[in-house]
């Protein structure tokens, strides 16, 4: 296999060379298609690949820059789409067997229509866990998805197709949706930027469609994913909880914001979590180091919070539903995995009492995060407790520092943002001694996109990662 041409790297540098004519969207696309092909058939990030649909695509993007016109700022641009948001000609299957017989979509989602609208083409649908449910790729409809750091490990879930595929080199960007750590997860496990917006900030088709999830993307640096957030983030009239335009430019933003002086507070544990101490002592070291680089001032203060599994998994039921058709439940239960079946039989008749549970569990929550937030403006965590695990999952019970856990607690971090609908961002770390990557999260005020980013962003420049990993024999 050729060597990756040098724009092919991020998504800013090949838009800036298909602007420049330096070479046309449909090179780079065929670029993408020959990726594909040579390291989708180890890693399974893509479920579907239509090459005639993507490179019409191209041509239309190239013709419009032999009219003089401005394709847009992802001019070119290769795009993986995760197989939970909508893109027209494409079917959307969920990770389902259920659904994986649907036919194509005819309308994109708000997000990869503004994608689209800005020059990105989209070249296939990336693997998700079966309805978006579990933090790794194994499903009955599209089988395993695994990690370009290690075939033998998972790259995250529930958008692990999109993280494996950018890891990998075949898209330098691919959408990602996060209703619980589903972004930052698959970001943590393969070395990439994985930012949660402000819910609300992305736009979805109606609200009713769930609480906690959010559009965004993994890429592999982070101007990367303040572009994505300029070119999708606004209101639309479809989702009522839309947020207002943010009044400024992402892109701008990372280089000049200035947060020197902004509260930090370190958290290994949350006052809840079991973390792998190799995974804690790295992502420890990079708070540090960003602390220092951002010049922000530290705070000790204990955080101690509620589990938040037990409320993200109350409401996280309730949003499975929305995904069915009438009759799917029970009479096709036999197609769904496991965990998705085990959801569907225990909420089948969940009652109001139980559900104003999980709302007051839910609020106790919320009261939690918004006293830290009194106190600190930056909360610093690791992304994942545990480095990527088995590919085809965790099992049914983990050791983590000694203690054993359920496998959902190896991920015990991320959910908070959703369910207080905080930005957050996963940045990579550094390596454990096996070689794989490890996540730092940076959880900050809700609305403060723009502070997340440019504190990624100054971490990135005091502690630069690689953007892929070691090349696989050519």
């Not at 190239?62 to 993986?80: F, H």
């Not at 900030?201 to 769930?210: F, K, L, M, N, Q």
């Not at 990579?428 to 730092?440: H, W």
């Amino acid at each position: 296999m050729q060597p990756r041409p040098p724009w092919m790297e991020t998504a800013i540098g090949t838009a800036q060379a298909v602007r420049r004519r330096e070479v046309s969207a449909r090179e780079t696309v065929q670029e993408a298609l020959r990726r594909i092909e040579a390291r989708n058939p180890e890693l399974n990030a893509f479920v579907v690949v239509d090459p005639e649909l993507a490179l019409r695509a191209a041509d239309r993007v190239d013709e419009r820059i032999a009219r003089g016109e401005d394709p847009g700022p992802l001019a070119g641009v290769p795009l993986g789409v995760k197989d939970m948001d909508s893109c027209a000609g494409f079917p959307t299957a969920y990770g389902s067997a259920v659904l994986k017989s649907r036919p194509p979509m005819t309308e994109d989602s708000v997000h990869v229509a503004r994608l689209r609208a800005a020059g990105a083409v989209p070249v296939g649908m990336t693997s998700s866990s079966e309805l978006g449910t579990v933090h790794f790729v194994r499903t009955r409809a599209f089988g395993v998805t695994r990690n370009p750091w290690n075939p033998a490990k998972t790259s995250g879930g529930s958008s692990g197709g999109s993280s494996a595929a950018v890891a990998a080199g075949m898209v330098p960007i691919a959408t990602a949706g996060d209703g619980g750590g589903s972004t930052r997860i698959p970001a943590a496990f393969t070395g990439l930027v994985g930012l949660k917006p402000s819910y609300g900030r992305i736009p979805r088709e109606g609200a009713v469609t769930s609480q906690t999830a959010v559009w965004g993307a993994l890429t592999t640096t982070v101007a990367d994913a303040a572009r994505h957030l300029d070119v999708t983030a606004g209101p639309d009239d479809r989702d009522r909880t839309s947020l207002p335009p943010a009044g400024g430019v992402y892109e701008r933003a990372i280089e000049a914001l200035d947060v020197a002086g902004l509260r930090a507070a370190w958290s290994v544990d949350l006052g809840y979590a079991a973390v792998d101490p190799e995974v804690a002592e790295l992502a420890e070291r990079a708070a540090a180091a960003l602390i220092d680089a951002a010049a922000l001032r530290r705070v000790d203060r204990k955080v101690t919070l509620s589990d938040p599994v037990r409320a993200w998994l109350g409401v996280g039921a309730i949003d499975i539903w929305l995904h069915l058709e009438r009759g799917d439940w029970p009479d096709r239960q036999q197609e769904m995995g496991s965990f998705v079946r085990g959801s569907f039989a225990s909420t089948e008749h969940f009652p109001a009492p139980r559900y104003a549970g999980v709302l007051r569990r839910l609020m106790r929550l919320e009261h939690e995060v918004a006293e830290v937030f009194r106190d600190v403006d930056v909360l610093l965590t690791p992304t994942t407790a545990v480095p990527a695990f088995a590919a085809e999952g965790p099992g049914r019970q983990m050791v983590i520092d000694g203690r054993s856990v359920d496998p959902a607690l190896s991920v015990p971090f991320t959910m908070v943002a959703n369910l207080c609908w905080n930005p957050a961002v996963s940045v990579p770390a550094g390596l454990t001694r096996a070689g794989l990557p490890v996540g730092l999260q940076i959880m900050v005020r809700r609305h403060a996109d723009d502070v997340a980013l440019r504190l990624a962003r100054l971490f990135e420049q005091a502690r630069p990662w690689p953007l892929r990993p070691p090349a696989p024999p050519v």
